[in-house]
């Protein structure tokens, strides 16, 4: 029997990272047995113990190095999780921590549920509580539903996931951005039993790192190569209508709409990017039909722009953008089909129990 509940995997690339703090959260704050794996990334794992101060001597952590060259949290993560001998892990970005009891109250959790994964909490920079998912009526706690329960909106595996059921999964590698989405996705909509600690103590995202960067914009295509991976799964592949619909919707009301947002600064980035966008717009809606008609009247109203108009304005991609932002605007809570509106999926209800749970406390 091991002798750690819970494996909980920081990843490392730089000595400004407050490591300790993330470590010692963890450490300090759970009286369940739990380990801390702390892997120095394209750095000296020395550098690193010299940052960790006295908790390098905690029987509890180790430290293991990874010299891949790779601009990438997927490979130290990857190694983490193939070291990790507990019956659940964890991740806990170098920047983070975890209230005190966090863990514990996660194991309590799943005791109580039989979760496959349990979902933390997460108290953002801004002091406020992060409304993803939107779970059903924002108090959903268990025997959670990936459709329903809109959990493609949790991209980050925050929390706990069992090793016994996801302990051959791993991170994507070789993509631009979104290592963590098919991972999240996998837990998500293949757990048997799934949970979420809405009222328990937070993950705490940290917007405090010395040694932040703003990041050149990548090619679109890199950006969306995680698409690749998600469509060779086999549950994907094999996923009901109702299930693609949700996940679509997702990525593009979020990470399509992100990306477009990144590169509307100018007249020329956008229509150098247009075709990209449009490749990737067309390959959501051919793994779901239906997801285009869930978004809101603003998203479509930026659609539109972007695939019809012959030339682009970027100010005026920027106005129609930040117009998806008035959350009390009847654009942005309602479809263009009425019979829609009320779709679990579509904005009115997803923005309803985003509201309901970001008003916790």
Do not use: C
């Not at 247009?274 to 285009?292: E, I, K």
């Amino acid at each position: 029997m091991n002798e750690y509940a819970v494996d909980v995997v920081i990843a490392v690339h730089s000595a400004e990272r407050p490591v300790a703090r993330a470590a010692g959260s963890v450490l300090t704050g759970t009286q369940a047995p739990v380990r801390v794996t702390v892997v120095a990334h394209n750095i000296d794992p020395e550098i690193i113990r010299e940052r960790l101060g006295d908790l390098a001597g905690d029987p509890r952590l180790r430290l293991i190095g990874l010299a891949d060259g790779i601009h990438s949290p997927a490979g130290p993560m990857n190694l983490g999780f193939a070291r990790a001998e507990a019956p659940f892990v964890a991740l806990l970005g170098s920047d983070d921590e975890l209230a005190p009891g966090a863990i514990d109250s996660w194991l309590a959790l799943q005791r109580e549920t039989g979760a496959d994964a349990v979902l933390a909490r997460i108290l953002l920079a801004s002091g406020e509580v992060d409304p993803y998912p939107p779970v059903r009526l924002g108090r959903r706690v268990r025997d959670l539903d990936g459709a329903k329960d809109r959990l493609a909106y949790r991209s980050a595996p925050l929390g706990m996931v069992s090793r016994e059921r996801f302990g051959d999964l791993r991170l994507t590698t070789g993509v631009g951005s979104g290592e963590d989405l098919v991972y999240s996705l996998t837990v998500w909509f293949t757990g048997a039993h799934l949970a979420y600690d809405l009222t328990g103590p937070a993950y705490v995202v940290n917007g405090d790192a010395g040694d932040r960067v703003t990041s050149a914009v990548r090619p679109l295509a890199e950006d969306s190569a995680f698409l690749d991976h998600l469509e060779t799964m086999p549950w994907f592949a094999q996923a009901p209508a109702r299930v693609r619909e949700a996940i679509v919707v997702k990525l593009i009301r979020m990470h399509v709409f992100d990306a477009l947002a990144m590169r509307a600064n100018s007249d020329e980035q956008l229509s150098e990017n247009r075709d990209a966008f449009r490749t990737v717009l067309a390959r959501l809606a051919r793994l779901s039909p239906s997801a285009p008609g869930l978004l809101s009247i603003a998203d479509r109203r930026v659609l539109d722009a972007l695939v019809s108009q012959q030339s682009l304005d970027a100010a005026a991609m920027r106005s129609l953008i930040a117009a998806r932002s008035r959350y009390k605007s009847p654009a942005v809570l309602l479809t263009r089909n009425p019979l829609r509106w009320f779709h679990a999926q579509a904005p009115f209800r997803t923005l309803l129990a985003g509201s309901l749970i970001a008003r916790r406390r």
